[in-house]
């Protein structure tokens, strides 16, 4: 596995995926990690070290605002790197539609599922669900899971890689 990939979702997931994370990379599953999401990329990595991971195994990008930036963001950042094959930590819902995602940015994905807080209502938790469905019927009608050939990645990362620098959001 060349790296992990933890994606954000809210202060209501990170507890157990900061969890996961901690024990795969233990586990000696990836010496990498990389943390994507506007409100939670720089959190996950705080927390990760505080848990006694490494600094130099650990980075990600806080400007993504979307599941389909996650993707962009990330291989953005990644994939001139030579990571290819990710393991990807989201939770159940969402990860058809991140899965997705990030196989057309280029990655071969390895799925490992998070379970919801325990303490989310059994509405809050249907709500997510209805939520995910929407999303990735929305991303298929608009050819968001499409492969990207290599000019259009190129040029996706460019301008990824430019918003990145500009909004100083590189962890």
Not at 52 to 77: D, H, I, Y
Not at 98 to 114: C, K, M, N
Request: hydrophobic residues 35%.
């Amino acid at each position: 596995m060349d790296a992990i990939v933890v994606l954000g979702r809210g202060p209501d997931f990170q507890n157990r995926r900061v969890e996961i994370v901690d024990q795969l990379w233990h586990s000696g599953r990836s010496p990498r990690i990389f943390a994507s999401g506007m409100m939670d990329a720089q959190s996950i990595v705080e927390r990760l070290k505080n848990r006694g991971l490494p600094g130099q195994s650990l980075s990600g990008e806080g400007c993504s605002r979307t599941t389909e930036e996650n993707a962009q963001f990330t291989a953005a950042v990644l994939s001139p790197q030579g990571v290819r094959k990710i393991l990807l930590v989201t939770d159940a819902p969402h990860m058809l539609r991140a899965s997705l995602l990030f196989r057309g940015y280029g990655f071969t994905v390895i799925p490992h599922s998070s379970p919801p807080p325990s303490y989310l209502s059994t509405k809050d938790q249907m709500l997510t669900i209805i939520r995910e469905y929407v999303g990735l019927m929305q991303y298929a009608l608009t050819n968001r899971f499409k492969q990207r050939t290599s000019p259009e990645l190129t040029q996706l990362s460019k301008e990824a890689l430019k918003r990145i620098s500009e909004w100083n959001c590189r962890v």
